[in-house]
């Protein structure tokens, strides 16, 4: 089968898994990862099957959207093996879908991705970070009734992974620092980095607004 029919169905497949998503994760959002992931390649050298299928089925058995993730990783492997993909190229799309997340950074042992992983990773995240990712933060965080804001709830420096995945211990300002901030030194690839400026500033600027307006204050006021 051509790569471009095997990216096609793997398209329709996600799309399907997705396109119902409320928490930020929708197939709007695979399409930028997906994007981002294109445009990434042209700078770097990895396989442009497993990346574009990784960066489409990156969140089709995401723990934190779904109850049950080994069945949704069984669906993905039969869906592969019945669409030409080989055994090993569908065990390098699974490591990488597996160990793209922030959390697994909270692990000791940090996963090692292969080029394809770290270009889906970087799209992934810059995707997380900037105007739509302070937009998808808010959005996250309401679809899970987090508090917005809460000045005694103190940014966590340190935490496992049952402890960021405990929403009712977080914010959504918070989150900015427990997680989105950090994401601009995390990036492998030297193009995602340079995106990441810009975004970085963005984030920085709205909560200096943010922060302004939560507590009325009103700079170069004249009364």
């Known amino acids: 089968m051509e790569i471009d029919k095997q990216l096609k ?17 929708g197939f709007d959002h695979i399409q930028r990862v997906v994007k981002m992931s294109t445009r990434l390649l042209e700078q770097e050298s990895a396989d442009r099957l497993i990346t574009l299928s990784a960066a489409y089925l990156h969140d089709v058995a995401d723990d934190k959207l779904i109850d049950d993730q080994q069945s949704a990783q069984t669906e993905i492997i039969a869906f592969l093996q019945k669409n030409a993909f080989t055994n090993k190229q569908i065990k390098k799309i699974i490591f990488i879908i597996q160990n793209l997340s922030f959390s697994k950074t909270l692990e000791q042992r940090k996963p090692d991705l292969p080029a394809e992983g770290r270009i889906v990773q970087d799209a992934d995240r810059l995707d997380a970070i900037g105007a739509i990712g302070i937009t998808r933060a808010i959005y996250y965080g309401g679809a899970h009734a987090e ?6 709830f103190k940014p966590r ?18 989150h900015f620092y427990e997680k989105l901030l950090k994401i601009k030194d995390m990036l492998n690839t030297q193009a995602a980095k340079q995106i990441a400026e810009k975004r970085q500033q963005i984030m920085l600027s709205f909560l200096d607004n943010f922060k302004e307006e939560w507590n009325c204050e009103i700079k170069n006021f004249k009364s």
């Open 9 to 25: 169905k793997v398209r329709a497949f996600s799309y399907a898994k997705m396109y119902k998503d409320t928490t930020g994760h």
């Open 147 to 152: 508090k917005i804001y809460d000045p005694s």
């Open 157 to 174: 420096q340190t935490m496992s992974k049952i402890e960021y995945r405990n929403l009712h211990q977080k914010t959504i300002i918070n």
